[in-house]
C-alpha cells in the first residue's frame, strides 16, 4: 500500500475538479471590451452597446458563475435573479446588482424555490428589444426553477413527477411531462423573453450534454410532439388519475413560437474539461493516461467488471501475454508501450447507478470502490505482478445522501478489512458502503472535499504499475 499514489490520485481527482469550478469557468469563456462593449463568448461575439444586461440563473454552480459575471460586467448589470440551493448564501458578504435567492431544500422543489421562478418569470417577462439577458444554468437547476403552468399547484407537479418516477420512466420521459406542465421548462423562458437577446452559459452534469435536460432546457426548444407527454402518462397507467388541472394543461396545444434567432446557448464547462485536466495531471506526475470514456453510465457492477477487464488486458500486455495487435481499440495509445506499462493512469467520467437493496448508506462512487476493490480481490492471484489503486468520486463533492465525495480501493482492500474485523461482502450488500469507509482504517480512504460548487458527473482514476 503506498500513501504516495493514493495521494497522486487524489492530486489527479482535485486537478479534474478545480478545471471546471463555475468562476474558473467563466474567465475561461467569456471576454468583455469595455471600450467597444463587445462580449465574446467562446469566440462568439455579441453587442452590450445601448443594451440593459439582466441576470438569470438556477442550478448549484450559477452563484459562483454570477459572482464572477459581475466581476467582469460591473454597472453594466442592472438586475436579475439566482435561484440557488439552500445554504449557498451563508458566507455572502458583498454589495451586487443581483439578488440571490435559496431554495429547493434537500434538492426538491418547494415554496421558495416556487416564489424566485415567479420572479424571474416577472423579470424576463418585461424585457424587450433593448434588453440582453444572461441565463446561468447548471445541474440543480430543475428543482430551483419548478413553476407549474396555471392551474397546476406545485405539490400537483411533484407528486405526478415522483409517481412517474417510481413507475419506472426514465430521464427523458420524466422531462417530456416536467417541460409540459412547467412554466420556464422546455424552453420557456425564452419565450417570456422574447423580444431580447439570450445568452446561456451553460454547465453540464449529464452524458453526452443533451441540453434539454441539463435543468430541463429554459432557453432550449421543445422539439416534443404535442401529445408527448400524454403518450408517457398512458404508458405508465398514470393519465387517467391524473389531476384536472393537469390534464387540462397537457391536452391544450400550445402555440408559442421558440425564438430561436434571439437565442445562443453555450455549453461553457462538462466532464471533458475535467477529464483533460485529469490527463494533464496524470502526465506531469509520469503517469501514461489512457481515456477510456467520458460517457460511462450503467450499474456499478457492471461498471465494475468492465474496468477489470481493461485491467486485466494491461496486465496481460505488460507480462507480454498478448501483442498489440490484441489490445481493444481505445487501449492503442501511440505512447503504450512495455516501458510505459509500469505506470499507467486509466481515466473516465459518467455516472453510475446502483440497485439499491439494502438499508445502508452510502453512494454510487463509494459502491463503485468495494465492487471493483472485490473484483481485485477474486483475481488477486492473477494480478500478483501488479499493484492497482482505484478511485470513484463526484465532482461536486458529494457522493449520495453522505459528506463524502467517493473513496479509493485497491488490490488489498478486502484483505486488509477483514484483519481489522470488517466484513467488505456484508456492506456491500446493505449498500452500507458509507459506514464501510467510516470504519476501515479510520476513514483514510474516504474522498472528503465538502461542496466544490461544481458539477460535471464522476473521475474514475485506475493506476497500474507492475512490481
Not at 469566440?43 to 459575471?69: C, P, R, W, Y
Not at 393519465?239 to 430561436?260: G, H, L, M, R, Y
Not at 484483505?415 to 459506514?435: K, V
Request: hydrophobic residues 35%.
Amino acid at each position: 500500500m503506498s500513501k504516495c499514489t493514493f495521494d497522486n490520485l487524489i492530486k489527479i481527482f482535485k486537478t479534474s475538479f478545480s478545471a471546471v469550478l463555475p468562476e474558473q469557468l467563466i474567465r475561461n469563456s467569456l471576454k468583455y471590451n469595455l471600450h467597444t462593449e463587445q462580449l465574446s463568448v467562446l469566440g462568439h461575439h455579441h453587442s452590450l452597446k445601448d443594451k440593459n444586461v439582466f441576470v438569470v440563473g438556477t442550478g448549484k454552480a450559477v452563484k459562483n458563475m454570477a459572482q464572477e459575471i459581475e466581476f467582469i460586467l460591473g454597472s453594466k448589470i442592472k438586475g436579475g435573479y439566482l435561484s440557488v440551493p439552500v445554504g449557498s448564501i451563508s458566507e455572502f458578504n458583498y454589495k451586487s446588482h443581483l439578488k440571490y435567492l435559496e431554495g429547493a431544500k434537500n434538492n426538491l422543489p418547494d415554496k421558495d424555490s416556487e416564489s424566485t421562478s415567479r420572479k424571474v418569470k416577472a423579470l424576463v417577462s418585461d424585457l424587450d428589444k433593448n434588453d440582453f439577458l444572461l441565463v446561468l444554468i447548471s445541474g440543480g437547476g430543475s428543482a430551483l426553477l419548478p413553476l407549474p403552468k396555471t392551474p397546476i399547484t406545485l405539490l400537483e407537479k411533484t407528486n405526478l413527477i415522483k409517481n412517474l418516477a417510481n413507475a419506472g420512466a426514465d430521464i427523458k420521459e420524466l422531462n417530456t411531462v416536467r417541460k409540459q406542465i412547467s412554466d420556464l421548462k422546455g424552453g420557456q423562458l425564452a419565450i417570456q423573453a422574447h423580444p431580447a437577446q439570450i445568452v446561456s452559459l451553460i454547465l453540464s452534469d449529464i452524458v453526452g450534454d443533451p441540453l434539454d435536460l441539463i435543468a430541463s432546457g429554459p432557453t432550449v426548444q421543445n422539439q416534443d410532439s404535442p401529445n408527448a407527454a400524454i403518450d408517457v402518462l398512458k404508458k405508465y397507467c398514470l393519465f387517467e388519475n391524473i389531476p384536472t388541472s393537469i390534464k387540462q394543461v397537457i391536452e391544450k396545444t400550445d402555440s408559442d413560437v421558440f425564438p430561436v434567432e434571439n437565442v445562443h446557448n453555450y455549453v461553457i464547462g462538462s466532464n471533458k474539461i475535467s477529464i483533460n485536466a485529469a490527463v494533464n495531471e496524470a502526465k506531469s506526475l509520469n503517469y501514461t493516461p489512457i481515456v477510456l470514456s467520458h460517457s460511462v453510465i450503467g450499474n456499478v457492477k457492471d461498471v465494475a467488471e468492465h474496468y477489470y477487464e481493461q485491467v486485466k488486458t494491461i496486465c496481460n500486455f505488460s507480462k507480454g501475454k498478448i501483442d498489440a495487435s490484441n489490445m481493444l481499440p481505445h487501449l492503442l495509445v501511440e505512447n503504450l508501450r512495455c516501458e510505459s506499462v509500469n505506470n499507467i493512469c486509466l481515466i473516465a467520467g459518467g455516472e453510475t447507478t446502483v440497485e439499491v437493496k439494502g438499508t445502508g448508506t452510502g453512494g454510487r462512487n463509494q459502491q463503485l470502490a468495494l465492487e471493483f476493490s472485490m473484483l481485485l480481490h477474486e483475481n488477486k492471484e492473477y494480478l500478483a505482478d501488479h499493484e492497482i489503486f482505484f478511485l470513484s468520486a463526484g465532482t461536486d463533492g458529494i457522493d449520495g445522501p453522505t459528506d463524502a465525495a467517493g473513496a479509493l480501493g485497491y488490490i488489498h482492500l478486502v484483505s486488509d478489512s477483514e484483519l481489522q474485523g470488517l466484513n467488505i461482502r456484508s456492506y456491500m450488500d446493505n449498500n452500507d458502503s458509507y459506514n464501510f469507509y467510516k470504519q476501515f482504517s479510520n476513514g483514510q480512504f474516504h474522498i472528503m472535499t465538502g461542496h466544490t460548487n461544481t458539477n460535471v458527473m464522476d473521475i474514475h482514476l485506475i493506476l497500474i504499475r507492475r512490481k
